[in-house]
């Protein structure tokens, strides 16, 4: 078990830990990967809830590591098993003892995976800068946000800290968030969706070019703040269905025009207690009107994606 390190993985464990942590020894650094169930020697057991015991996790270093990637997370979890105050303490207080005590430490910066759902989806026209209005709808969304508001107050500080908002992030073996736009809702993956008229858009990111996107936050260069990290171009809801149709195996498709889908999905929205509810018509808004980011930010710094949907297909 190292007792040193060039970078710390805060969540290697996860569907991104588990690909960028290879990747960052195969650029020639020494990586220490921190989890809640550990899988190799080179990683350390931390609960990130526990103030003292990620401290003692910096403290134990020979030296302070020169960046900290910060992953670890609840995701989109069903209201019905996590609740606020769940999200809370992994995605916000977590990420608060991370950076304290990393800073604490001697580190020279943090990265810190954030996400698209910071912005929200309801009524967004046109792609989505980084200055615009945070108004996340759930629990999730919320807890990035905060967690942001941490970073911003060490970057008002003097500390460098990176926060890269990602989409939806796939893989061959990871597809779940794209699925859910790709298939009618409620019909267990087995029918295609097609919206009549106006084709929603949405912006993905391809695994690899989120773990490029570290590489470019851990570089020189670049301005604390936050970056909005995407695969390029948006995507047509036509197009994603095409994609997964393919790697499912599935051709049927149905039309559903967006006014009975707000009326289906508003309807049993109200029967629902809260959050639950707030969920379904974030789900309308997602599947239905779609998300675009304007990513030309990162891309202004040297940032340039090289792997697409379509890659899933080859």
């Not at 020279?108 to 046109?126: C, E, N, W």
């Not at 919320?142 to 967690?147: D, G, I």
């Not at 959050?275 to 930010?297: C, H, I, Q």
Request: net charge neutral; with cysteine; charged share 25%.
């Amino acid at each position: 078990m190292p007792s040193s390190a060039d970078v710390v993985v805060v969540g290697s464990g996860g569907f991104v830990g588990r690909a960028l942590v290879p990747a960052l020894r195969a650029a020639g650094l020494t990586v220490l990967g921190v989890t809640g169930h550990p899988r190799t020697p080179d990683e350390r057991a931390v609960d990130v809830t526990d103030e003292a015991a990620v401290r003692a996790l910096f403290a134990s270093l020979d030296g302070p590591p020169r960046a900290v990637v910060h992953l670890a997370a609840i995701a989109h979890r069903p209201a019905s098993e996590v609740g606020p105050e769940a999200y809370d303490a992994v995605n916000h207080r977590g990420l608060v003892n991370v950076l304290r005590a990393s800073r604490e430490a001697g580190t020279a910066r943090l990265v810190f995976f954030s996400s698209a759902s910071v912005y929200g989806d309801a009524g967004r026209t046109g792609p989505v800068p980084e200055d615009a209005e945070l108004r996340p709808a759930g629990p999730y969304g919320a807890s990035k946000v905060r967690a942001e508001e941490a970073c911003l107050a060490a970057i008002a500080d003097g500390f460098r800290c990176t926060m890269l908002r990602f989409p939806a992030i796939y893989a061959r073996d990871w597809l779940p968030d794209v699925r859910k736009r790709a298939y009618v809702p409620g019909l267990g993956g087995r029918v295609l969706l097609r919206v009549p008229g106006r084709p929603p858009r949405y912006s993905l990111c391809a695994i690899q070019n989120a773990v490029d996107a570290v590489h470019r936050a851990l570089g020189k260069g670049l301005e604390p703040g936050a970056y909005n990290v995407t695969d390029g171009d948006p995507y047509t809801q036509d197009e994603v269905a095409r994609v997964i149709g393919a790697v499912d195996g599935v051709s049927h498709r149905a039309s559903i025009p967006r006014p009975l889908a707000r009326l289906a999905l508003w309807d049993a929205a109200g029967m629902l207690p809260e959050p639950r509810g707030t969920a379904l018509r974030d789900n309308y808004w997602k599947l239905f009107e779609g998300l675009v980011l304007d990513d030309s930010r990162f891309r202004a710094v040297g940032f340039q994606p090289t792997v697409r949907l379509d890659s899933l297909l080859s």
